[in-house]
């Protein structure tokens, strides 16, 4: 193991919301998560692959670069997770993650920095950037190399300890043919009334990789203070989402007021940062709702409102739910009851049509020279070789497990003018 890589497994081992009994569980990685550590400079940066979970560590003030190799075909999404810690932390407004683009020669595709902000204590804060092929942007239309830079800034005041980083990034084809080059107006904005029904009882997971899939309704849960939980709703293009929630009431003779109790914060599929809200407590009911979103259209990446421009594209959209540590400290450390309230507005449109395969969008793909249609027949071949294949190896793997017993195969134990 080289001398980069061994420090890096000592600053992950310490990184992140450390986790005692009764405790919220910590932030948790895919299996098979590759570990990864950014270059000082451009030219050190280590290759990402798309679509695959990095885990990385950042210092205070410290800026990490990873090199990107973009075709010219495909616009790209970079997102960084970063987990502050440890819980005990402190932490002001302005400690931020900053995620940038940048082209071979140092140019500035898009950037996004985001703060801890109100909620100060550990939690996850995501930020995105994406290289848009647009003729606005003529360097950053070229395939070749490109640049993701994670910078870190850090309050005088706050504590200097390292942080966690979940790193990632997606492609998405353009569209094939033209089409409408300004976003949508005039989508519903008038809260629904709120989902019929008794909540159903759910556990949020403890970030982007375990999220708990939620549908329409109402749903309920306990969260403890200092925890993210995380949940995923599907969307699909034409779909407008409405989020409320708040705290239940407690029995509690302690008098107290917590003015960012809960934390509610949406983030698109490729881990944009869409909108938040914030509720009170007070030991009684509160709630708190995101403001009305534009139903998710392709067009919206050309809004100059943040918001709209992330209801971008079709998938599951994320949302995390925080509460503050100060809740546990006012009224105790214990568990919260808390709910969640869902509605899913307008009629499916279809896919807009992709100049290639876009699966993770629900994206269809133009197949105007029959490439989909030969594709689809191969897969089709294969398919049916596949499982012919199966049933064989099931045979023989039948055969050798009669002949000796016990043993057996071995199983395997996430703007567009901005």
């Known amino acids: 193991m080289g001398a980069a890589a061994a420090a890096l497994c000592v600053l992950l081992a310490a990184a992140g919301p450390g986790h005692a009994a009764g405790q919220p569980s910590p932030y948790r990685f895919p299996p098979g998560v590759q570990d990864v550590a950014g270059g000082a400079k451009a030219s050190d940066g280590p290759v990402l692959k798309a679509d695959t979970a990095y885990r990385s560590v950042i210092k205070p ?13 495909r616009d790209a999404y970079a997102s960084a997770v970063a987990l502050p810690g440890p819980a005990d932390a402190t932490f002001a407004y302005g400690d931020s993650i900053r995620v940038s683009i940048q082209d071979a020669e140092g140019g500035s595709c898009d950037s996004q920095r985001r703060s801890i902000g109100s909620a ?29 830079v994670v910078e870190r800034e850090s309050e005088a005041d706050s504590t200097l300890s390292d942080w966690g980083l979940d790193l990632r990034y997606s ?14 107006t005039g989508w519903p904005s008038a809260s629904p009334a709120p989902p019929a029904g008794a909540p159903r009882q759910v556990h949020g997971g403890t970030g982007f990789h375990d999220a708990t899939a ?15 939980l995380f949940y995923k709703v599907p969307l699909d293009w034409g779909q407008q989402l409405f989020v409320s929630g708040g705290l239940a009431d407690i029995v509690t003779t302690k008098d107290g007021y917590v003015g960012t ?11 944009g940062p869409v909108t938040g809200a914030s509720a009170p407590f007070d030991g009684r009911r509160k709630e708190t709702a995101l403001d009305p979103l534009a139903p998710v259209a392709y067009e919206n990446r050309y809004s100059s409102s943040d918001e709209t421009s992330a209801m971008r594209v079709g998938g599951s959209y994320y949302l ?29 449109k279809p896919a807009p049509a992709y100049a290639g395969p876009a699966p993770d969008f629900g994206g269809e793909s133009s197949a105007g020279d029959g490439s989909m249609e030969r594709l689809a027949a191969l897969g089709i071949g294969s398919g049916t070789l596949l499982v012919a294949g ?6 023989v793997a039948r055969r050798r497990a009669a002949a000796a017993p016990g043993q057996g195969p071995q199983g395997f134990g996430p703007p567009g003018a901005r």
């Not at 003030?61 to 075909?73: Q, S």
């Not at 199966?390 to 045979?395: A, D, F, H, I, Q």
Request: a positive charge.
């Open 61 to 73: 003030g410290g800026k990490l670069y990873f090199r990107l190799i973009l075709d010219g075909e």
């Open 120 to 148: 100060q204590y550990a939690h996850p804060v995501a930020a995105y950037a994406y290289r848009a092929l647009r003729t606005s942007l003529p360097s950053c239309r070229q395939p070749g190399t490109y640049y993701m």
């Open 171 to 184: 492609t998405e084809p353009t569209r094939a043919g033209a089409g409408p080059g300004t976003a949508p």
């Open 214 to 228: 939620l549908s329409d309704g109402q749903w309920k849960d306990a969260v403890r203070p200092g925890e993210t």
């Open 261 to 271: 109790a809960l934390s509610l914060q949406l983030y698109n599929p490729v881990r």
């Open 320 to 348: 995390a739910v925080s509460l503050s540590p100060e809740v546990g400290q006012t009224f105790g450390n214990t568990s919260y009851g808390m709910t969640l309230g869902l509605t899913v507005r307008g009629t499916k």
């Open 390 to 395: 199966l049933g064989v190896w099931t045979l």
